[in-house]
């Protein structure tokens, strides 16, 4: 009898053990097939080099193909609407840009970030006052002090309208009592060649959008935004340490349709902290000169919340 009984217990344990791996095994039975990665910009341009990198180097520990589509349109909208929208089984995801929080404040749009489950930061880059190396203003204050005694002289451009660099310019003119012309453009490059040809006054884009001409010697950067300097920059001050609290910075981030399960979140956010450690990411993110800033999802999701509050706050404030 006690030896019926020893069996029964081992037979016991082993289908147990059994059950609790077959049970481990269902959790992790994610990616069954091909991930599809939307990009809401053209390929090309700095989010899709950012997307491709970022899914060919999580592959191999996700153990399938991540293939990046470009859903271009509206500012964003076509591509952020696609990832909000989907199926919350991890098999559409996106790599999300700051305008998901920046489009509902000007117009209707289909999507909402709470719509979206975060799942890693992977960039964010402040804006900055970048001017010609050769005028007038060399600190942020002298820039500020002629703007209010010439209101509305001083030209600026770094992107379209109600763009990032347009909205940072917006939060800088209302916290400094200033006011400026905005020429919108189709982007920082156009931008830059404006500001080098004298065509325009300075630029908002961001430290790294600049650096190569002020490397050059051609252009000078008078200060950025954010709570702490550029790292590339380290001697550039804030507009922060000047009084001036502007938090305007761009970011990207993967994001998936709000329901999909956490097991499949945090399997997908393993794989991609990995892709942004890996030094193919670090290398395509120093040549097309963006910064590197990580959150996890529950971070992630916090800055965005509190993004879009301040964003609608300068959006309502200006009436875009």
Not at 133 to 139: G, I, K, L, R, Y
Not at 155 to 176: N, R
Not at 185 to 204: C, N, Q, R, V, Y
Not at 294 to 318: H, L, P, T
Request: glycine fraction near 10%; charge should be negative.
């Amino acid at each position: 009898m006690k030896k019926i009984l020893v069996v029964l217990l081992i037979l016991t344990f082993s289908l147990t053990l059994f059950a609790e791996g077959q049970a481990e095994k269902g959790k992790i039975n994610y990616p069954t097939k091909p991930i599809h990665m939307v990009v809401p910009w053209a390929a090309g341009g700095g989010t899709d080099a950012v997307a491709r990198v970022l899914a060919k180097e999580a592959e191999p520990f996700l153990g399938t193909t991540i293939v990046v589509e470009n859903r271009t349109g509206g500012g964003g909208a076509v591509g952020h609407s696609a990832v909000s929208s989907a199926k919350p089984d991890g098999y559409l995801i996106g790599l999300t840009t700051v305008e998901l929080i920046i489009q509902p404040h000007i117009q209707d749009v289909p999507y909402s970030h709470e719509e979206m489950e975060p799942i890693i930061q992977v960039n964010s880059d402040p804006a900055s006052v970048t001017v010609r190396a050769d005028a007038p203003w060399n600190t942020l204050e002298e820039f500020l002090e002629y703007a209010r005694q010439h209101p509305g002289e001083l030209q600026c451009s770094g992107t379209g309208y109600a763009g990032i660099w347009h909205i940072a310019l917006l939060d800088l003119s209302q916290k400094s009592g200033t006011e400026f012309t905005f020429i919108p453009s189709t982007g920082a490059a156009p931008a830059i060649t404006e500001l080098l040809g004298g065509h325009i006054d300075f630029t908002t884009a961001s430290p790294p959008e600049v650096a190569a001409q002020v490397e050059a010697g051609q252009l000078k950067i008078l200060a950025v935004s954010g709570s702490e300097r550029h790292p590339n920059f380290p001697d550039v001050p804030t507009m922060a340490e000047q009084g001036y609290d502007v938090q305007t910075p761009v970011w990207r981030g993967v994001q998936a349709p709000k329901g999909t399960p956490q097991e499949i979140i945090d399997i997908l956010h393993d794989a991609f902290k990995k892709s942004f450690e890996s030094e193919a990411f670090k290398k395509t993110m120093n040549n097309v000169g963006l910064g590197m800033v990580y959150r996890n999802g529950e971070g992630f999701k916090k800055m965005i919340a509190e993004s879009y509050d301040s964003f609608g706050e300068i959006v309502s404030a200006f009436d875009l």
